[in-house]
């Protein structure tokens, strides 16, 4: 399991998007308070998701979505994630399941005793059937 976002993270990712979208600029005091709802909020969520998912929102967002927004979008990124995890997971266990060691090759000395072999039966052949 990722680690979810340290408090650093989140004030990085929070700065981000109140430059990125409009609306009213909160006073430090506020600045806290709000800072402390969406690190509240988003505790559990791994700081590479809150990353891609404040990237997201950068890019959609007018105004500074609320922490349920920045849920729904870092919960995206996880779940693209965790299917991939889950998929190449899946297709190791098909790999060892199916997965068999080549055959090795004829040496040439086994090869050159086989084509001998085959030879004499070919002579004994055609001696039998008067060719």
């Given amino acids: 399991m990722m680690a979810p976002a340290t408090a650093i993270d989140f004030e990085r990712a929070l700065t981000a998007l109140s430059f990125a979208t409009s609306g009213k600029r909160p006073s ?3 600045a806290k308070a709000g800072l402390a709802i969406y690190e509240r909020a988003l505790a559990d969520v791994p700081a590479r998701d809150l990353e891609r998912a404040v ?5 959609e967002c007018t105004f500074m979505p609320t922490p349920a927004e920045l849920l729904k979008a870092a919960n995206h990124f996880a779940a ?8 190449a997971r899946h297709l190791i266990w098909l790999h ?36």
């Fill in 28 to 30: 430090k005091d506020e």
């Fill in 55 to 59: 990237t997201k929102l950068v890019r």
């Fill in 80 to 87: 693209k994630r965790s299917y991939a995890i889950s998929r």
């Fill in 96 to 131: 060892e399941r199916d997965y068999r060691p080549p055959v090795a090759f004829i040496a040439p000395e086994e090869l050159a005793d086989l084509r001998s072999a085959i030879d004499e039966a070919a002579s004994r052949l055609s001696a039998n059937c008067g060719m």
